[in-house]
């Protein structure tokens, strides 16, 4: 009989304690219905329990399959969301760590951009300055090549300058001593012509002395011839004055530059004064 209820639990699926517990609730329940069903009023005075002990029941192991099932499938939902999870933090962190990539990457871009772009204006730069410092190079050498034919021209002008002075003092010792030459022959001829009409009075003496002041024109005409200095003799200055008188006009003067005969014989002073006298 024993093999009998055994088999029993095992073909029905419920253990010995809930048959156990269905029977125990079977019997209350049919004291209860008889208690009601009796006329005597005390037969209702129910007494209640104070403490009701619950019973462990055995789960079905069906039920305790499927919750064990539900429960490793919701383990493996709580593994797989935890992975879900993790997955989405890793992608997030890869996310982020990708994006400080990118971020680095960028910085790094941007500092050889910066530094292409110094390196390329310190080029520039220098380009710049070498380009400067040739052109003020160049100006310098342009200014000394100036300053060397400024004093070249300024030597060559010196030379020049000696050269024309030598030349002017050259022409202007020339034209002098041609100058000097007929001033020298215009007043020997005067002289000789005056001489030559000079008739000297009986009263003349050795040591006597007149000085005529004769003014002439270009052509050797003779103006006018005054007596600047006496002798003290009448007879002798009168002499004096008719012998230029007599000599004039002096034609060969009309030969002479202007410049020349104004200095020297426009207005010119002739000095009568015997030596060759016996007494």
């Known amino acids: 009989m024993k093999d009998t209820f055994n088999n029993v639990v095992i073909y029905n699926g419920y253990p010995l ?3 156990v517990a269905v029977t ?3 019997v209350i329940l049919a004291l209860l219905l008889y208690l009601q069903s009796s006329k005597s009023p005390e037969a209702l005075e129910l007494v ?10 055995q789960e079905n192991p069906q039920v305790a399959n499927e919750r064990k099932r539900l429960e490793r499938r919701q383990q493996q939902q ?10 989405a933090v890793d992608a997030e962190q890869l996310r982020k760590e990708q994006a400080d990539a990118r971020a680095e990457e960028q910085r790094v871009a941007r500092d050889l951009a910066s530094l292409r772009q110094r390196q390329e204006q310190e080029k520039l730069d220098t380009e710049q300055l070498v380009r400067e410092r040739k052109e003020q ?8 090549r100036l300053r060397e034919l400024a004093e070249e021209q300024r030597k060559i002008e010196v030379r020049d300058r000696q050269r024309q002075q030598e030349s002017a003092d050259a022409a202007a010792a020339e034209l002098a001593t041609s100058e000097f030459e007929m001033v020298q022959s215009g007043t020997a001829i005067i ?7 000079w008739s000297r009075p009986p009263s003349a003496r050795n040591g006597m002395r007149a000085i005529l002041q004769i003014r002439m024109l270009p052509t050797g005409e003779l103006i006018d011839a005054l007596i600047t200095q006496s002798s003290g003799d009448p007879a002798f200055d009168r ?3 008719n012998a230029v008188y007599s000599a004039a006009p002096f034609r060969e003067l009309q ?3 202007i410049n020349v005969f104004n200095a020297n014989f426009r207005s010119l002073s002739l000095i009568f004064q015997p030596e060759d006298l016996l007494n």
């Open 17 to 19: 304690s809930v048959v």
């Open 191 to 197: 002289q000789q012509a005056v001489q030559s009409v």
């Open 78 to 87: 709580r593994v797989q969301e935890r992975e879900v999870a993790q997955q």
């Open 239 to 241: 002499s004096a004055e």
């Open 137 to 144: 190079e160049e100006i310098e050498e342009e200014r000394r």
């Open 255 to 257: 030969a002479l530059p």
């Open 48 to 57: 209640q329990p104070t403490v009701v002990k619950a019973l462990l029941i």
């Open 24 to 26: 125990f609730h079977s």
